[in-house]
């Protein structure tokens, strides 16, 4: 029983991983890097970015500095930093879809290449747990239980989110088919009108010439 529920919370705690973006990437100063990321209405979302630094043990250059900022798919900002080396970043989103932060680097002469590493977790990633045993004073296995909670709920508004999207496109599937049905039968009318009219016309035409 124990292998099993050891296995079911790798399994899950794999899921977990699966929703935590750490990346690392560079950026030529004067250039700008965005990264996206899908995020349904109501999630927690927080974010940690640091320039890592090219000479270790000593000061960070000015030239490496980062101006960041986060918005959603409607254009609300929800942080904004300017020439920082690091930061972070944290909020519920309102607004469901796709989020960017996009990170600008300052030209430089000659041109400077900045190594950025940025970490990006949402829903259950997003929450502490350390916190959450140290507020609730539980055990390992009690947490793991909140975890697997936690994670399960998560999964299951995963699965209605997909479901509403997949019925908005399906609705947008059916008003596009009707209206190319209507355009499709508004053409052949159109068609019909102009092929009618030549053919009266060249009757008309004919008959002036008593042709026939």
């Given at each position: ?33 965005c990264i ?57 989103a309102v ?112 008959e002036k010439?008593?042709?026939?």
């Open positions: 029983m124990i292998q099993r529920y050891t296995i079911f919370v790798v399994v899950i705690l794999g899921f977990l991983s699966s929703v935590a973006r750490s990346v690392r990437f560079d950026i030529q100063s004067g250039h700008t890097k996206a990321e899908d995020i349904k209405s109501n999630s927690m979302t927080v974010g940690k970015y640091s320039v890592v630094n090219p000479n270790e043990g000593q000061p960070m250059p000015d030239s490496h500095k980062l101006t960041v900022r986060v918005t959603s798919s409607y254009g609300n900002n929800y942080h904004y930093a300017d020439r920082v080396d690091s930061g972070n970043f944290g909020f519920t607004e469901a879809g796709d989020y960017m932060t996009c990170f600008w680097v300052v030209d430089h002469k000659p041109q400077k290449m900045i190594t950025v590493d940025f970490d990006w977790r949402t829903g259950v990633a997003a929450k502490d747990w350390s916190n959450v045993a140290k507020k609730g004073s539980v055990d390992v296995m009690e947490l793991e239980l909140k975890k697997l909670y936690d994670t399960i709920t998560s999964i299951h508004e995963e699965m209605s989110y997909l479901r509403e999207r997949e019925e908005e496109m399906q609705e947008l599937n059916r008003a596009t088919n009707s209206k190319m049905g209507w355009l499709t039968l508004l053409s052949l009318l159109v068609c019909s009108s102009v092929a009618g009219l030549q053919l009266w016309h060249l009757k008309s035409f004919f010439k008593k042709i026939i």
